[in-house]
């Protein structure tokens, strides 16, 4: 059974910075792995992707210069580095894994999910 697990959320003020972790288990090693968000009453957003040996990433604009997408040590961890954030970013964010295509800005070829882990940002 394919398990998609996230950790690292938790409660951050504006400019302060915070890294979210996944680990996928019960699955060959994805091609790409994914960080989503939602917010509250706003459509979900593929904020972060990168492919298995790390040599192709997506950003959202929304992200862009501040949060920082890598691979861990083996090849079903991925990570996300979040700086500067902003109150804009608090929401659920969720980590899924991309097995049916090499392509990493496809948000249809992302499953499992994960639970999701909350990140909250006060001003």
């Known amino acids: 059974q394919v398990q998609v697990s996230e950790f690292g959320g938790g409660l951050v003020q504006a400019g302060g910075s915070l890294r979210l972790s996944c680990a996928a288990s019960g699955t060959k090693v994805p091609y790409a792995m994914a960080w989503f968000r939602r917010a509250p009453q706003k459509a979900r957003e593929l904020i972060g992707a990168?492919?298995?040996?790390?040599?192709?990433?997506y950003y959202a604009d929304s992200v862009k210069g501040r949060f920082t997408i890598s691979r861990g040590n083996t090849q079903n961890e991925v990570y996300l580095q979040m700086d500067s954030l902003e109150p804009e970013d608090t929401a659920v964010y969720y980590c899924a894994i991309n097995t049916v295509s090499d392509y990493v800005d496809i948000e249809e070829d992302y499953h499992p999910w994960g639970q999701g882990t909350q990140v909250t940002v006060s001003s």
């Open positions: 990168i492919n298995y040996n790390g040599g192709q990433t």
